[in-house]
Each structure stands twice: as C-alpha cells, then as structure tokens.
C-alpha cells in the first residue's frame, strides 16, 4: 500500500506547494508511481502542474463531501508517473459545511484506504498532500490519512517561530486521532548561504531538532518560482538548476529515510 | 471616528504582517495615533511588535467570544501613538466556536465600533487589521468591520493566481454584509526590480488593475526580514533601508487616497 506524505505547515508561503510538486516529480523520475492530492482551496499544485481551474473534473471538494470517489477525481499530469487529484474553490467552505458529518476528520483517510484498495489504485508507492495555510479541518484530514509529515521551513524569523504550533499540532493529531503519524523532516526552503539570517535560523533548526532536519537544503532561486507560470515542475522547466538538483536530491533522502524505517 | 483598514490575501507569506506592522508605525510617526488589531492566530504583528506570545493579556480571540471588550485588550507598543490588540493561538479555533454565535461576522464590527465610542478610543484615527492566510470567518471578521482594504500583493505567479478569489471575497462581503467596503489599494511586495518575473506581474496587475495599484512598492529588502527578529518594525530597526522608505512612501500615499475620497 501508498506510503502517505502530508507537506503541512500554517505558516503562509513558505514553500508547502513549490516542495510538493517538484518532490512528487522527483519521485515520479525516479519510478516511483505519485499521487499528488492538492487540499488546499488555492489550488496552486493543480495550476503548477499544467491543470486550470476550467479543466478540472471532479475536485478533492467533492470527495471530502462524499459525492465521488477518490479515483473520479484523479487524473493524469504531464509528467510520466504522477497522478493528480485537483483542488478546487469550494473546498474553502468544507470546515463550515462538514461541521456535523461523520468521520469529518477521516474523510480523507477514508476516501484513499478505498482508492488503494481499488484497481485504480494499484502500483501507486507514494501519495503526497499539500496542505493550505492553516490548521484548520483540511489539513487535520491530511495528518489523519497520512504515515509522516514533511515540514517546508523558509529560513525567516516568523517561519521559525510557527514550528512549535505545526509541531503540537501533528502531537495532538498522534494522541488523538492517528497514532501511526511521524515527523518525516523539515526541509529548509529559499536558503540564501550570503543572508545572515538564513545562517541563524538553519544553526537553530538543527539544534533543536537534529536529524528531523534533511541535509538537503533548497537554495532560493529564481527558476523555481518562474516554473508555475509555464505550467510545469521546475523540474521539466529547468533540470539543470540548482533548485531542481535540491529537490532531486530531497527524494533520495525521502526514499532513504522511508527505506531506514 | 477611526478609517478601519484590513490588510488581507489569502495567499500566505504576501507582506500581510510586514505591511500591517510597517504601515501602522510609518502613520503612527507622522502623528496618526494607530490601533493595530492582530487578528492572526500565528500572532506574526504582536511578536513583529515585541509581544511575545506570554506577555499578551487579553487578547482578540476573547474580544471576538465576547468575554472582554476591546479595550481590555488594547495595549501599548514600543512605538508612541502605536497600540496593539495582540492575537492568541486559540484564535484558530474561533471558526468552529463561533458556529451558531449572534452576528459572528460582526464581532470584531460590533467591539470596534464600542471601543471608538469609548472614552479609551477617543483620538484614534486608524485601525489596521492583520489578517490570517485564508478566507474563514476571522478574514470576514476583518472584512465587516473594515471602511476599505489594502491587498499586499507578493510579485509571484501564485500570488498574481489568487488575487481574483481575495476580489470576489471582497465583493462577496460588500454585497451582502457591508456596503461600505472598498478596495483602498493593492501594494506590491517583495519587488526586485531585475528579477523578469516581477517585472510580468507588475505589468500585469497595473494592466488590470490601474491606478487601483499604489504606485509605491515595497522592494524585497533583507532588513525587512532581520527587524521582527529584534521585536521591531523595520522603521525602527533600520530606518534609512529601502524597505523603511518604501514603507513612508506608503502611508503618504495611503493618507493621500484617504483625503481624496
Ligand atoms: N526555493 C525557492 N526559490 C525561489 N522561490 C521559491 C522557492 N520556493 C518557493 N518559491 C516561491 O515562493 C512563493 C511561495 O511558495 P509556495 O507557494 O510554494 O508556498 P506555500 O507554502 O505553498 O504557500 P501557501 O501558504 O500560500 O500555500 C511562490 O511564489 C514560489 O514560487
Ligand atoms: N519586502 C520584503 N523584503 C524581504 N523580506 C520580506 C519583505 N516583506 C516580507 N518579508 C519576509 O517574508 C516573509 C513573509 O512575510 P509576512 O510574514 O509579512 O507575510 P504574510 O502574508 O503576513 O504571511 P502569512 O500568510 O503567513 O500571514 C516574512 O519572513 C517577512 O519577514
Ligand atoms: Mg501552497
Ligand atoms: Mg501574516
């Protein structure tokens, strides 16, 4: 069965969306079959990925609400490997709209266990989540489908200071809820070696929490944040740049780290 | 009475804190005297300001379930004429708690509205509000309670996609909770000028939007980024950097449009 990878943290834009794509292409390249599912109502994987908002089907929306099954609402991407079940709009109502369905908090985790148990579903290794800014009922239901938790960090002061509030937030999600949720890692994102601040806030990262930190730092750069504006992964739209070598790079860490456990 | 500006996009790490915090000391300091409403559960503005989270008393998340009265929460700031409602971390949970409440959309309306008649209030000329990275009740909050918004606008491509949904929402708002709203103005962030995406999302945003744009931007500047480390705005920390400058120019322009209406 998938291995379930929510890419979650509340703090706004600090590259949740950017880690997911390009991981879930990474993957892909390397033979991994993904599953990238976009939760947040932005839908900016599904746009990164090459799929407006008027080509999208059936949207995670309407399998959180029950109307359709995980794989009406998957579709293939551009890249060989790597599915994609879109976002759309609505999903910004689903707190307010869910507030007394069943299982609101296992709406997700029911919806995949059904889809890996399908024909549909079968040969997928990896399904990765990209969550929206907050920590509100969409992202509880990606922690309560998924095995880890991966932790984008942007090397800045406000970033930092949310960690301790992601980092309750899977605890009581473990206690709760999901006993088998882990801390993947957490990646630190747009590092700039030259910037004073990127030094302090990696020295304070790993000092507290050590090995959860990937060596694999991804360096701010320009081609990675032009690549949504084409419609693809940084990796399709420039291989050869230092932000889609960190991310090829972060995979085999994941894969090892998954490989290790 | 106090002119009531939300700073709001639901696409995270914009400007939104850096404005609201930037913004309300470069009134402050040509002689507004400014309320800064920290209605963001991370609490960015109380720390960018030098609360930290165990200094704060009451906070909005109480003003908002109706326990304490605005001006219970209104504290003073490093900054003279600068005070500061600080946010709580329990504020995330207001959505679900505030589900069957009287008039929720307008309670932040309904304590402002309190405080400016109150003898506390009296001789405050702005309300700045710094909103959460979403559009859940606590950005409608901010919404219904507003006269006008000013949208931080980050020269991204993900950013330039979200900046229909945060339009609607606010035509949505004005429509059927608050006639009275307006868009005072969209600013541009994190703007480097050689960088060829920038350059596409300005033309872009000025294209549709014209002189609705400030013609002021906020360059991306790393002492921006250094200052909230230290507990201040950037106009303390280093007021001759361009990201200070920017910000000065900004409040000229945004009293400038306040007169002219
Ligand atoms: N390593 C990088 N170098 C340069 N730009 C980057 C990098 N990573 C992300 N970006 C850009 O920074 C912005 C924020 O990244 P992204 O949208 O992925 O963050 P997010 O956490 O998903 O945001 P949100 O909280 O709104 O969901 C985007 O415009 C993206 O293109
Ligand atoms: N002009 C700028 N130059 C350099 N860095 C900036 C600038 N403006 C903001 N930043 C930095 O970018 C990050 C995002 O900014 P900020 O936190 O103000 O955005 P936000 O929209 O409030 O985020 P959220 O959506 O999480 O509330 C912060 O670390 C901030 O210090
Ligand atoms: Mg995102
Ligand atoms: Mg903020």
């Known amino acids: 069965t998938p291995r379930i990878l929510a890419i979650a943290n509340q703090k706004g834009g600090v590259g949740k969306t950017t880690t997911a794509i390009n991981l879930a ?18 839908g900016n994987a599904s746009t990164g990925l090459g799929i407006s908002a008027a080509d999208r089907g059936v949207t995670t929306y309407e399998v959180l609400s029950g109307d359709y099954r995980l794989e009406a609402a998957v579709a293939e991407s551009d ?12 999903l910004a109502g689903a707190e307010i709209e869910l507030i007394d369905a069943e299982r609101r908090h296992f709406r997700l985790a029911d919806a995949i266990e059904e889809y890996a148990a399908s024909e549909a579903g079968q040969g997928v290794s990896y ?9 509100s009922l969409l992202t509880v239901n990606a922690l309560s489908a998924a095995h880890a938790v991966i932790i984008p960090l942007q090397c800045e002061f406000f970033a930092l200071e949310g960690l301790s509030q992601i980092m309750r937030t899977i605890e009581t999600v473990r206690t709760r809820i999901n ?21 302090q806030v990696e020295d304070d990262v790993r000092g507290h929490f050590g090995d959860k ?11 990675i944040s032009e690549a949504p504006s084409h419609g693809k992964p940084a990796l399709l ?16 860490e994941v894969i090892q780290r998954e490989r290790a456990r």
Chains 1, 2 share one sequence.
């Not at 292409?25 to 109502?41: C, F, M, N, R, S």
């Not at 399904?127 to 920590?135: A, G, R, T």
């Not at 930190?213 to 360096?219: D, E, S």
């Open 79 to 90: 890249i060989p490997g790597l599915l994609l079940a879109p976002a759309g709009v609505d």
């Open 179 to 199: 006993p088998a949720l882990e801390l993947q890692g957490v990646v630190l994102t747009m590092h700039d070696r030259r910037n004073k601040l990127t030094n």
């Open 237 to 252: 739209y420039d291989l050869k740049c230092p932000g889609s070598q960190a991310y090829i790079q972060l995979a085999s």
């Open 127 to 135: 399904i990765l989540i990209d969550c929206p800014p907050s920590l």
């Open 25 to 42: 292409t990474a993957l892909a390249a390397v033979g991994e079959k993904v599953l990238l599912i976009d939760l947040d109502p932005q």
């Open 213 to 223: 930190v990937y060596t694999t730092v991804i360096p701010r750069n320009v081609r």
